[in-house]
């Protein structure tokens, strides 16, 4: 089993930044790819951006290109989604996940308890 926990979460100005951190803990994690989602109250879970298993690709949601970057140290079992330039609407609970190298949510088994990060305008 895989547990997840997340941290860097809060509340910040438009404009600002933030860097949350996902840490694996369990069984060797280091194959899977890491993909963050994020929540807004009223609407369904939206894919943010994911990693794959080696580091070396990324992709990301057409709203959050340039803006946010996504990285791992698989040393550490952490992966990092460093979020510049925020505006209110990337207001959401964040959620990483391990899994395959996909934007599909299904595609993905092990899931974080969620971050909870607020842009104030």
């Known amino acids: 089993q895989v547990q997840l926990v997340e941290s860097g979460g809060g509340l910040v100005q438009a404009g600002g930044s933030l860097r949350l951190s996902c840490t694996a803990s369990?069984?060797?994690?280091?194959?899977?790819?890491v993909g963050w989602f994020r929540q807004a109250p009223g609407k369904e879970r939206a894919f943010v951006g994911a990693?794959?298993?080696?580091?070396?690709?990324?992709t990301y949601a057409d709203s959050v290109k340039g803006r946010f970057t996504i990285s791992r140290d698989s040393a550490k079992n952490t992966a990092y989604l460093q979020m510049d330039s925020l505006k209110p609407e990337d207001t959401a609970v964040y959620y990483c996940?391990?899994?395959?190298?996909?934007?599909?949510?299904?595609?993905?088994?092990?899931w974080g308890q969620g971050t909870q990060v607020t842009v104030s305008s």
């Open positions: 996940a391990f899994g395959r190298y996909v934007s599909d949510d299904r595609q993905y088994d092990y």
């Open positions: 369990g069984r060797t994690v280091s194959r899977y790819a």
């Open positions: 990693i794959s298993w080696s580091g070396i690709s990324t």
